[in-house]
């Protein structure tokens, strides 16, 4: 069973950075594409931030576009968010999300409040 977990959220102060972490266990070794997602407080959707694929293309959210990064590591089945410039309409929480066999996985979440 995949499971994703998410680490690194915070308070940061506006103008600064973040850098979350996700950890997928249970893949079997498969590379799957995967993003990252955020929910903000009083919105029930949740907003694509920025997605890689399998094979390392990165296709990037309008929500944060040009301040976000996507990195992984697949040795330890590990991506990362990095968040720049931040204010405070990218508070919320954080989801990480890979797509595999068919089915969608979300990892539980990481808040990240940015105050002015």
């Known amino acids: 069973q995949v499971q994703l977990v998410e680490s690194g959220g915070d308070l940061v102060h506006s103008g600064g950075s973040l850098r979350l972490s996700c950890v997928a266990s249970g893949t079997n070794g498969r590379v799957a594409p995967m993003g990252w997602y955020r929910q903000s407080s009083g919105k029930e959707e949740r907003e694509k931030v920025i997605?890689?694929?399998?094979?390392?293309?990165?296709v990037e959210g309008e929500v944060m576009k040009g301040r976000v990064s996507i990195s992984r590591d697949s040795g330890t089945n590990t991506i990362f968010l990095q968040m720049n410039n931040l204010n405070q309409q990218d508070s919320g929480i954080y989801f990480c999300?890979?797509?595999?066999?068919?089915?969608?996985?979300w990892g539980q979440g990481t808040r990240v409040t940015v105050s002015s």
């Open positions: 997605s890689i694929t399998a094979y390392g293309t990165v």
């Open positions: 999300q890979m797509y595999q066999g068919g089915t969608v996985y």
